[in-house]
């Protein structure tokens, strides 16, 4: 299984900002597509977007576009996501999968297992 450190998260205001990290662990993430996932307290794992291999390839989902960007540094193994303009209902424990491609990361909330992931909580 491929496995992540995901940190960076915390109590921030509404309206502030985040970046959240993912290092690989055990693996090298330039053959990989990157999906972020969240799940908020009581609710089922939502997927936040994937960023491809392809260079400039990237999904974001509707609640977020515009808002969260996705980036990776590989020469450092890792995967950030830097979340803008945060509200309540981004609260949740977010946490950072690998796979070929995003079609696979789309479906990975069916099948995949978890990390311990990182709590981002907005709020006032």
């Known amino acids: 299984q491929l496995q992540f450190v995901e940190s960076g998260g915390g109590l921030v205001q509404p309206g502030g900002s985040l970046r959240l990290s993912c290092a690989a662990s055990?693996?090298?993430?330039?053959?990989?597509?990157i999906g972020w996932f969240r799940q908020a307290p009581g609710k089922e794992h939502e997927g936040v977007g994937c960023m491809s291999t392809s260079p400039g390839l990237t999904f974001y989902a509707d609640s977020v576009k515009g808002r969260f960007t996705f980036s990776r540094d590989n020469a450092k193994n890792t995967v950030y996501l830097q979340m803008n303009s945060l509200n309540p209902e981004d609260t949740a424990v977010y946490y950072c999968v690998a796979e070929s491609d995003c079609g696979k990361v789309a479906a990975y909330a069916d099948f995949g297992s978890w990390g311990q992931g990182t709590q981002v909580t907005v709020s006032s």
């Open positions: 055990g693996f090298t993430l330039d053959y990989y597509a």
